[in-house]
């Protein structure tokens, strides 16, 4: 009987998932990238790009490897009140390894965010439960990619690759006999089925290399969600003061996890200064497609109880309605710049370029997003405002610093500051459960990101 809690726990967590797009969307991939606002599709070649854009692969100057961490104290409020969505954090990883097949480049790469939380995590939420559908729980999903890219010609690369996404789905059986008056005598089992489901979506890109000039990128990733379930089967006989009453009761639920909208993004990188990078984007993502996150169940109750025995058996619950989310496509603009001119020490000469053995880059980057989310009037309450972020970074790279270490030692840093105007919303009827509410928010955002490259 004491792990009955358990079962229904894991009935909680599921029936009502979240459903969000990953990790990079909202907060990066990779120290530079993060600090230049994400306005890389035209200038990433580290581990980030096979998020960004994987035909930059092809740039990389030799074998990398990364590992970081980063972390986004995130506080969102309703009507003042903070509503205590969780924080972001999580490892991040890569590897590229760049290459020849025959006279062409080539290059691959693997790239991860695993949330320091555990791989998968879900909350449930009724649909008229106020959230911040775009933020809340959505470091608790694994993001892995892997990509390819080529040089097929001196001006043109290209690449394309495969991401995941993984979020948990599961079953539970309980059978045996309760005692109501003496439920420590009952003998009950339980049987809980979980495992991790992975979605794949595509990502592919392509790079124009203008030269004298500095490089046109466009990026394609396609939309993904997770089909979440659970199935939920109680059998048993329930004894009361001397009376058998057998029982049945299944549950179905069913929602949409783990959302990611496709989304197109353009940029221009601007390199006629030496040492100068001043890069432009623009993304397009296909919110209006988004599902609502709400679960349908359908349940079912048989009781067979004695004859002459007085039960009265509950109507069966009427299937919820469920409302659409109606969201908006939003186009998104990002710029970043980056100086590497700071450079300082002896002569290096790494991968055909001669440097210093010291280098001291400076970032910065701002990106706006229009919320995609409508004004809530009516039964749903999903919370979202426009996002103004505001990033920076610098780093310190070390060119040959070992006879072991041929090419640099890389350690890149970030911190973005985002800022959620004042939304205010007024429901349609007066007797509305929640009410009109006014919505604001800030977030802090930190990470690192140490890379050996040979």
Known sequence: MRRLPLSLSLLLLLVGAEARASVPDHYGFGSRSAAMAGAVTADASDFSAGYYNPAGLTEAPGIEISGGYMYTAQRLRVGGADNEVDDVRG??????APGRVGPVPFAFSVGLHLPDHGISFIKARRQGVPRWELYDARAQLLYLEAAVAIRPLPWLELGGGIAYLSATRGSFDIRGRADLISPFDSELEHEVDADLTAVRFPQAGMRLLLEGFGALGATYRGESKLDLSLDAHLEGIVEFAGIDVPL??????RTI????PQQLAVGLSFQRVPLLHVNVDVTWMNWSAYESPTATIAAKLEVDPPEGTPVELPEQPAPQIIV?????????????????????????????EDTKLVEIPIRAGYVYEPTPIPDQTGETNFIDNDRHTWTIGTGVTLNRPF???????????????????????VKDSPADFIGDYVADGTMFGVGGTLTVSF
């Open 91 to 96: 490892l991040v990883a890569g590897v590229v």
């Open 248 to 253: 049945l009761y299944e549950i179905e639920a």
């Open 324 to 352: 659409p989310p109606r969201f908006r496509d939003r186009l998104v603009p990002r710029i970043g710049v980056e100086y590497r001119g700071a450079r300082v020490g002896p002569p290096r000469r790494v991968h055909g």
């Open 257 to 260: 996890a783990a959302f990611t």
């Open 403 to 425: 006879d072991e270490i041929p090419g640099s030692l890389r350690l890149d840093a970030h911190a973005s500051f985002s800022y959620l105007p004042e939304r205010t919303i």
